[in-house]
């Protein structure tokens, strides 16, 4: 067997540059982290300066401050949000930031915590949700939001909570499962980083893909609920919702799609813009959603339907996609890593009972 050192000797020079580039690549990387994590010791917060309070009018800039630093040390694919992802995120949600929302805030970085509660697929269940600053962790910040938020779930005549916590942040999940919470499902977060790259594949023969107009919301909804009826934590549609996110701009016209047979819809895809604040990194598509109903798969509809809607993003100056997928959806997951999606990270969802 040929070693490593060997191998490389035959290595033609262009392949050796690019080994020594990615190498220099990754000891910025580490230098860079090393650096952030001197300057987050060096302004730890002291609990005694802490204030715990509801969440307050007009926050989103304060959030999207507070996710950003969260993130950006530790996300393999962290992209810089806006307050205005966040506005329209919240309007979504129907979260009220008064009654929805717990903070903890300092005089000198503001918003160093937060948590939230919003509803669940299942009426019993509240979802919940906790991010601490860097430099506000391990004195107890996460641990009072954290109880805080469970108290308003229980206030609201719910039993249960839930929530989920990234693989990439195993210390998140320790402090999920020391607090009773445990893993009920595991979804793959998958990227595509080449969206100039792909060719819209075209339908199968006898179908033909279509734009989802308005008009047809009502028939997007009744097919995606059909599709995704049963499923973990799925919580029924209305056309109303496709409305909205047109409205908002988070839906673009030629980014929803039907797969049609005959007149009949049998298959959709549906893209959202995420808006970055950051303007090297621009927009990215969100494959919001995808299906085909159970008669017409493995004919390609799916490959299809996510092409037309990556290409169409692509021409409108995307270059990246992301999506979300049940990872013991082997089939699903073969069929994006055949169109360019890689597979980068795992979602472990988890609930707790608080109720008895």
Sequence with gaps: MLTGTRFSMWLPLEAKLMIHVRIRQKVVAVIRQSVRLWLEDAQMVNYS???FGPG?????????????????PDNPDHVDLDGGYFRRSYERLKIDLRQDVATATTPRLGLVGMALVTASARPDIGYVSVMVHPAARR????????????????????????????????????FATKRGYSVEWTW????????????????????????????RAE?????????FEGQFRYRPVTGEYLVEMRKRGDLRNGLAV?????????????GLVMHSADPSIGERLLIHGIGVV??????????SLCTTVMHRAARMGMREAELVVDSTNTAAIRMYET?????RYKRHWLSKKLVE
């Design 219 to 227: 028939e997007w909804a009744a097919l995606q609920n059909a599709i």
């Design 56 to 72: 307050y009018p007009d926050m989103f800039e304060d959030i999207a401050a507070l996710y950003n630093a969260t993130s950006r």
């Design 294 to 303: 159970p008669e017409h798969r493995g004919r390609g509809l799916g490959r």
């Design 339 to 343: 169109i360019g999606f890689e597979q």
């Design 139 to 174: 004195i107890g910040i996460g641990s009072r939001l954290l109880s805080t938020i469970e108290d308003m779930v229980v206030q609201r005549g719910l039993s249960w909570a839930e929530g989920n916590v990234p693989s990439y942040r195993p210390e998140a999940l320790r």
């Design 188 to 215: 793959l977060k998958m990227m595509h980083h080449r969206l100039d790259s792909v060719r819209a594949l075209g339908a199968p023969q006898k179908y033909t893909i279509i734009d989802i107009p308005d008009e």
């Design 49 to 51: 300066e802490v204030t």
């Design 258 to 270: 039907f797969a049609m047979k005959g007149d009949q819809p049998v298959g959709y895809c549906l």
